[in-house]
């Protein structure tokens, strides 16, 4: 079955830590540009960060740039997010999500856009 | 940053009615818009992207118009299964932005 999962949300404490992991299924994983992307509490949706197939390309929100390391495993077909200082406003569910990908006769096309989520899983940070 | 700014942020509609929902960014971004829907409790569901693209799957009552700055996403005839949440999102840029999202609910 093709899916992502999430796992490693938590309660923590504000200035904690949290390692997300997104392990992929039924897709070839290395070949997928990947981001996270978060929803606070009844609100909407914040692109978090994005990392590309080789891990060549990375970047991050200006919300959590210096705090949070995204990475990837392509030989474990995950992703991963390390969560660093973290404040009460970074509580939210974090989906992970690939970014879609064209087969054409000339071969693939690269596509910004994440036709793929994960179920996500629930940060909490709070004293 | 670039900022998605979508309109109305929320309306209510009956099934049959047509509905338009639009997005304006604060520059332009070509073409690269994409739409996004979201049931609650659950993940976001790509329906189009780049701008008119109708992913595979997604039914043809949606479709997806617009350049630069004005973006609309229209669905022709609205249906039980179609209130929810939608999402625009530009990728023009590296940092990636969401409109603030407008929510779609039964009149």
């Known amino acids: 079955e093709v899916q992502l999962v999430e796992s490693g949300g938590a309660l923590v404490q504000p200035g904690g830590s949290l390692r997300l992991s997104c392990a992929a299924s039924g897709i070839t994983f290395s070949l997928y540009n990947m981001n996270w992307v978060r929803q606070a509490p009844g609100k909407g949706l914040e692109w978090v960060s994005y990392?590309?197939?080789?891990?060549?390309?990375?970047y991050y929100a200006d919300s959590v740039k210096g705090r949070f390391t995204i990475s990837r495993d392509n030989a474990k077909d995950s992703l991963y997010l390390q969560m660093n200082s973290l404040r009460d406003e970074d509580t939210a569910i974090y989906y992970c999500?690939?970014?879609?990908?064209?087969?054409?006769?000339?071969?693939?096309?690269?596509?910004?856009?994440?036709?793929?989520w994960g179920q996500g899983t629930t940060v909490t940070v709070s004293s | 940053d670039i900022q998605m700014t979508q309109s109305p942020s929320s309306l209510s509609a009956s099934v049959g009615e047509r509905v338009i929902i639009t997005c304006r960014a604060s520059?332009?971004?070509?073409?690269?818009l994409n739409w996004f829907q979201q049931k609650p409790g659950k993940a976001p569901k790509l329906l189009i992207y780049a701008t008119s693209s109708l992913v595979v799957g997604v039914p043809s009552r949606f479709s997806g118009s617009g350049s630069a700055t004005d973006f609309t996403l229209t669905i022709t005839s609205l249906q039980p299964e179609d209130f929810a949440t939608y999402y625009c999102q530009q990728t023009y840029t590296t940092l990636r932005t969401f409109g603030q999202g407008t929510k779609v609910d039964m009149k």
């Open positions: 520059q332009t971004v070509t073409t690269h």
């Open positions: 999500a690939r970014d879609m990908i064209q087969v054409l006769i000339t071969g693939l096309k690269h596509h910004n856009a994440m036709d793929l």
């Open positions: 990392i590309s197939d080789s891990s060549s390309t990375i």
